[in-house]
Each structure stands twice: as C-alpha cells, then as structure tokens.
T-cell receptor
C-alpha cells in the first residue's frame, strides 16, 4: 500500500462520541486525501490537503474536520459521530498534482 | 469478451476471455481519466490512466479507450485471469487542476474458472 497506514483498521463507536482516524505515510508525498466508500456511492472525497496546515473540503465534508500538522500525518475527526457516518474510510496520497493516488488499506467505522 | 453497456454493476466472464468494462463520465471539462482496481478488503489500486488528447492507451494486458464525443470510457482486459476478479472504478478529474478525483460507482468483475 505504498507506505500508507491507517489506524484504527476497525472501530465501533456510539452515536454522539468523537472519533479520530489517522493516516500515516512514509513517502513524503505532499497531497493527502480522505474518502468514504459506501454501497451505491463509490468513493467520495471528504477533505484533502495540499501541504502542512493546508486543507480544503471535498464533496461530503459536513460533519468532518481534518488536520495536518506534519507531512506524514493526516487526521480525520468526526466531532459527534452519527449512524450516517458508518462507512469504510480510505486515505490516499499523491506526490504532486497528478491524479495517480495511492490508497491505504481502509478503516471500517461502525456508529451504533 | 462481453460488453457491459453503461455501468452494469456486475460482469461475469470466463477465464481466458477478454473483458470490457464501461464507464460514462459526467464532466465534459475532465481531461484526465483513471481506472482503479479494488480487491476485497483492500484499497483501490491504480491500473492505467489516459489524458483527453488520447483515444487509446495500452498497458500490460489492459487497454483504455476514451470517446469524448459521448463521454465514454472503457477498460479492456485481455485473457482475463482469476486474479482480475475485483471491483473496477473509473475516475475523472473534473474541472480545475486540484488533484481531486470523481469516482464512478464501480463494476464488479467475476471470473469463472
């Protein structure tokens, strides 16, 4: 998975609790992305980062925030998890504004 | 091989046959298109890409065809193998040069032995 790890790999949490997912890369790539994958919707971009402390919203950013304080780490936070945020979350990286993104193994999040 | 038509969710082919997976893209401003393969329990993996100034691009056992007139993209896999069983996604870059991708919903390829 091109030097990308995600943690945790699986998580079950209750509605209303905060959750933070971590993406860590060892490739020193500048661009990082968070997607969610749901049946019938494919992959949808939540947030992305084009450098340390530089982030922007994707198409489904409501209810999510991100932070990137170091090149290698991109954190996705659900401030107050809802059942609609049950999904598989993928992190991806790219080294420049190219469209060849490398994906991590995913985190399966279940909100009960 | 079998031709799927525009986004059937599942394509079943016999091992050794050619597979054709189709995709209709949405944004006429898109100038970059990618095919990804996703095996069960894993993240998507880059297969091949094509720019809008090309009609065809070949890789190892795979060919991508682009028809801009009807906004159609296809992935051809030659001599399909059991290891090709996966979900295949097309993606487009939309407008602007931001590195963002818009993914289609995917087609599941099942290879019968």
């Amino acid at each position: 998975d091109a030097g990308i790890t995600q943690s945790p790999r699986h998580k079950v949490t209750e509605t209303g609790t905060p959750v933070t997912l971590r993406c860590h890369q060892t490739e020193n790539h500048r661009y990082m992305y968070w997607y969610r994958q749901d049946p019938g919707h494919g992959l949808r971009l939540i947030h992305y980062s084009y450098g340390v402390k530089d982030t922007d919203k994707g198409e489904v950013s409501d209810g999510y925030s991100v932070s990137r304080s170091k090149t290698e780490d991109f954190l996705l936070t659900l401030e107050s998890a809802t059942s609609s945020q049950t999904s598989v979350y993928f992190c991806a990286i790219s080294d420049k504004v190219t469209y060849e993104q490398y994906f991590g193994p995913g985190t399966r999040l279940t909100v009960t | 091989g079998e031709s799927v038509g525009l986004h059937l969710p599942t394509l079943s082919v016999q091992e050794g046959d050619n597979s054709i997976i189709n995709c209709a893209y949405s944004n006429s401003a898109s100038d970059y298109f990618i095919w990804y393969k996703q095996e069960s329990g894993k993240g998507p993996q880059f297969i091949i890409d094509i720019r809008s100034n090309m009609d065809k691009r070949q890789g190892q056992r795979v060919t991508v065809l682009l028809n801009k007139t009807v906004k159609h993209l296809s992935l051809q896999i030659a001599a399909t193998q059991p290891g090709d069983s996966a979900v295949y996604f097309c993606a487009e870059n939309g407008s602007g040069n931001t590195g963002k991708l818009i993914f289609g919903q995917g087609t599941t390829l099942q290879v019968k032995p």
